[in-house]
């Protein structure tokens, strides 16, 4: 029998449980620090309207690796789904990500494809070969008045920093496009388990070789002798007991309402002023529109740098973090039979495909 420990419960964790528990002879350990399964894609239902809520944020499946889309659905049925998100500035409501429609409703013209194109190229900073930073990627991208209104107050709510410090990766995950299509995402597959996450993971964790221990929290003086391999998927600084100083994560917070009937008509609407003290406000019923509920529920969405006992979210990747990441990473290639996984232990800023991704490589490798 060959032994395995899987340190987290979340896409990386179940991903390699499952494929590893297709082989009798294994017999693999997941351990979680929380109550419950899922990391941070946890959903339930909503005691109070029933609705299936994501309980740290909104998860929309999307994809442009089919390998990963057919494999996700061997646990669930994922119903097609289009996230469409708006965005209020100074009073107005706006379709995001920025396309021809929130150029013209901003600029208050008529343009076609063509002549957008042309006026944005106008505004444009054209000059800025290789974006630095976030914002000259959006100077580069859209010109200033867009960058101004839409991203710059988001973007330092949600990061806590001069959108300049940023990389510009993160901007690019957004398109901009010349046409009226507002589907937030690019990627081909798209869509929202119809059982919400939580079975998904149930079911890729259901195998008789799998042991699942929750309320287990991992730490550094645990002897890994035993284990075939290792896999952990918590944060990488942690697993140094901090050592090289903590690399720094935004966290998010939610207040939650409860409401009759229709709150706000969409599942995400964006606040990009920089009064607004939130970022946005999600409300779960609109993930699941084939569903029906009386009541609705919604969650105020705030952020702010993770401290104490916070569960950290989006990796900042500052300069400061990159120096103190590379010391770590220089600690992981020391270690033998033990990977580091996900967001967390790898320090970047990975969606829920990538992460299933990754997951299935390392096995193909590692087997
Ligand atoms: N962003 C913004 N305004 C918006 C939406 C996004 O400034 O209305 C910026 C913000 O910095 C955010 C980044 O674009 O962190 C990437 O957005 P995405 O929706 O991918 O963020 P996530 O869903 O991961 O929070």
Redesign the pocket.
């Known amino acids: 029998m060959k032994k395995y420990l899987i340190i987290g419960s979340g896409f990386s964790g179940a991903v390699i449980a499952e494929q590893l528990s297709k082989d009798p002879e294994n017999h693999i350990t997941v351990v979680d620090d929380r109550d419950h399964i899922g990391g941070n894609c946890y959903t339930e239902r909503d005691t109070e309207t029933n609705v299936m809520v994501h309980k740290y944020g909104p998860h929309i499946f999307n994809t442009d690796n089919k390998e990963v889309w057919d494999y996700i659905q061997n646990f669930c049925e994922m119903v097609p789904f289009i996230n469409r998100v708006k965005?209020v500035y100074k009073g107005n409501v706006y379709s995001?990500p920025i396309n021809l429609h929130t150029i013209n409703q901003f600029f208050n013209k008529a343009m076609k494809p063509e002549e957008a194109k042309v006026f944005i190229e106008s505004v444009a900073k054209n000059e800025i070969d290789e974006p630095q930073n976030?914002e000259e990627q959006a100077m580069k991208f859209i010109g200033k008045d867009l960058y101004k209104a839409?991203?710059y107050g988001?973007?330092k709510k949600?990061?806590g920093c001069e959108p300049t410090e940023l990389p510009a990766s993160?901007?690019k995950?957004?398109p901009v496009r010349f046409n009226y299509n507002d589907n937030y995402y690019a990627n081909p597959y798209q869509g929202i388990p119809k059982d919400g996450y939580t079975a998904i993971f149930e079911k890729m964790l259901a195998s008789s070789n799998i042991e699942v221990k929750l309320n287990t929290k991992f730490d550094a003086s645990w002897d890994l002798s035993e284990f075939e391999h290792v896999f952990y998927s918590g944060p990488i600084d942690a697993f140094f007991d901090f050592k090289y100083g903590r690399l720094s994560y935004r966290t998010v917070y939610f207040e939650k309402s409860v409401a009759e009937g229709d709150y706000q008509g969409n599942p995400v609407i964006?606040y990009?002023d920089p009064e607004v003290p939130y970022t946005r406000v999600h409300e779960h019923k609109h993930f699941t529109p084939w569903e029906q509920h009386e009541k609705t529920t919604y969650f105020t969405e705030y952020s702010k740098e993770t401290e104490g006992n916070d569960i950290p979210y989006y990796p900042k990747r500052l300069k400061d973090d990159m120096e103190k990441l590379s010391l770590y990473e220089d600690e992981v290639k020391k270690l033998d039979k033990i990977s580091f996984v996900g967001r967390l232990a790898t320090y970047r800023y990975m969606d829920m495909h990538h992460v299933i991704g990754e997951a299935l490589d390392l096995i193909k490798k590692i087997n």
């Open positions: 965005s995001m976030f839409f991203f988001y973007t949600q990061w993160i901007l995950r957004l964006n990009a």
